[in-house]
């Protein structure tokens, strides 16, 4: 997935001419703290909402200061460096450039959150696995292997670690209602179990969850 493939249908820049009330209402409207200011295609920067509130709200927003520096993404990166980049900058959006570095459109965090529940297997039937393991032990094909042998297939694999702990954190999400043996196989090979989830008894409450996130996500 790339940058340009994400970029908001719904999201428009700051022009200069913009006054910061009407900023402050449009990052209302698209529950943002940040957007990006646009001079016909040149993106000149990004502003927060306290860079708005501590200016005149009637004066254009092109003749406040930016206190941010410009970050951007180009349209051909990958979804991970656009994460990477807003995440850096603790941002609520980010502005994607072409090869010209030509505004073309801007990502918010609410793209990304509907990316991911999208790409859950939400409309797959299965359960969640949590295993434990160490940053050295940690094999996709092993794991893989193990879950394959119980003839079982992976439908989505997430890694939580943490940079101060050797200890990895993996959630599975498996297209089998029962997980006793491939629990069994796993703790043979020396891997914790945190967690199981049966779809048969969580399903209605990860979908409740699901769809409460989308309504909000589309608000």
Do not use: C, W
């Not at 193990?146 to 959630?171: G, Q, Y």
């Not at 498996?174 to 399903?203: M, P, W």
């Amino acid at each position: 997935m790339l940058a340009l493939e994400l970029i908001s249908d719904l999201i428009a820049p700051l022009r200069t001419s913009d006054t910061g009330e009407e900023a402050l209402t449009m990052m209302s409207i698209y529950h943002v703290k940040h957007l990006p200011i646009v001079n016909n295609r040149e993106l000149l920067g990004m502003f927060s909402e306290e860079d708005i509130l501590n200016n005149d709200l009637d004066e254009p927003v092109g003749s406040y200061e930016l206190s941010l520096h410009k970050p951007y993404v180009h349209q051909n990166d990958h979804l991970f460096e656009v994460m990477a980049t807003m995440a850096h900058n603790n941002l609520t959006i980010i502005p994607v450039v072409d090869d010209n570095m030509d505004f073309v459109g801007l990502i918010s965090q609410a793209d990304l959150m509907k990316y991911f529940a999208k790409g859950f297997s939400f409309d797959e039937h299965g359960s969640l696995l949590v295993l434990e393991t160490t940053k050295s032990n940690y094999s996709i094909y092993e794991i893989s292997r193990i879950v394959e042998e119980e003839n079982a297939t992976i439908l989505a694999l997430f890694i939580n670690s943490n940079h101060d702990s050797e200890k990895i954190e993996i959630t599975l999400k498996i297209n089998k209602q029962d997980l006793f043996r491939i629990i069994a196989s796993f703790q043979r090979h020396d891997y914790g179990i945190k967690a199981s989830f049966s779809q048969s008894e969580h399903n209605d409450k990860l979908k409740d969850r699901y769809d409460a996130l989308m309504s909000y996500l589309n608000v």
